[in-house]
């Protein structure tokens, strides 16, 4: 049994994904153990709690400072002993001991074809703002293996989504997470939880 934690931000749609794959056995041999949230008043805490999955809450907020945060989090990480840390919509900028300790074991899901509209200032809306502004025919989302940089890591899954004309930021998102996100990321825990997913010299394989 492969034992996650979802670290969360918001809505938590992707979450919601995670959880409805477990339940309808499209993702097969994960628990989620926690979800960890920055924000107290994140719906994704109320998926949650709906499913009967414990929730914390570590704000920034209530920390001194980004140090003391950042040791916070990764201790509720910790205690919940996950082999797998999942960043669904986590818009924190990740510790970098948190991402030593589980080198390989944290993956995120982003809202574009990485290396398109990544990095730095590119999350949430502002990922297909980007999109649009730029006027490409096609993006997607992309999950991929957390390293140090930000959205540089091994990609495992992408998986394209057709723009269309009089899209807005808004409509171009629920696209994106109907037909790449939702999809990719349950599939990517399933083949993780199974084994058939390897990281080697910076880039992941799957092996069917
Ligand atoms: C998702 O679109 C996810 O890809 C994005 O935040 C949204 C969270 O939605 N993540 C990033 O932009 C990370 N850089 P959700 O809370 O409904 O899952």
Redesign the pocket.
């Known amino acids: 049994m492969l034992k996650i934690v979802v670290c ?8 919601q994904a995670i959880i409805d794959g477990i339940a309808q056995g499209t993702i097969g041999n994960v628990r989620i153990v926690r979800v960890i949230s920055n924000n107290k008043k994140a719906y ?1 805490l109320e998926r949650a709690e709906q499913a009967g999955i414990e929730g914390v809450c570590v704000s920034p907020r209530d920390y001194a400072d980004r140090e003391q945060f950042n040791r916070a989090l990764l201790q509720k990480v910790e205690e919940a002993a996950p082999d797998l840390v999942v ?5 924190v900028v990740i510790p970098p001991e948190l991402i030593r300790r589980y080198e390989n074991r944290i993956v ?4 574009s074809l990485i290396p398109s509209f ?1 990095g730095t200032g ?3 809306l502002k ?1 297909h703002e980007a999109a649009l502004a730029r006027g490409v025919k096609v993006t997607g ?1 992309t999950v991929h293996f957390v390293d140090e940089g930000t ?1 540089t890591g091994p990609i495992l899954m992408q998986k394209a989504v057709a723009v269309k004309d009089g899209d807005t930021p808004e409509s171009l ?1 629920r696209r ?2 109907e037909e790449a ?1 939702w999809v990719i990321l349950p599939k990517c825990l399933d083949l993780i939880a199974a084994g058939k997913v390897t990281v080697a010299d910076g880039q992941a394989h799957i092996t069917e």
Request: proline share 3%; hydrophobic share 40%; charged share 5%.
């Open positions: 969360v931000s918001g809505g938590g749609t992707n979450l994704a960043l669904a919509g986590f818009l995120n899901i982003h809202p990544c590119y999350y949430g990922v989302a959205d998102q994106v997470m996100e």
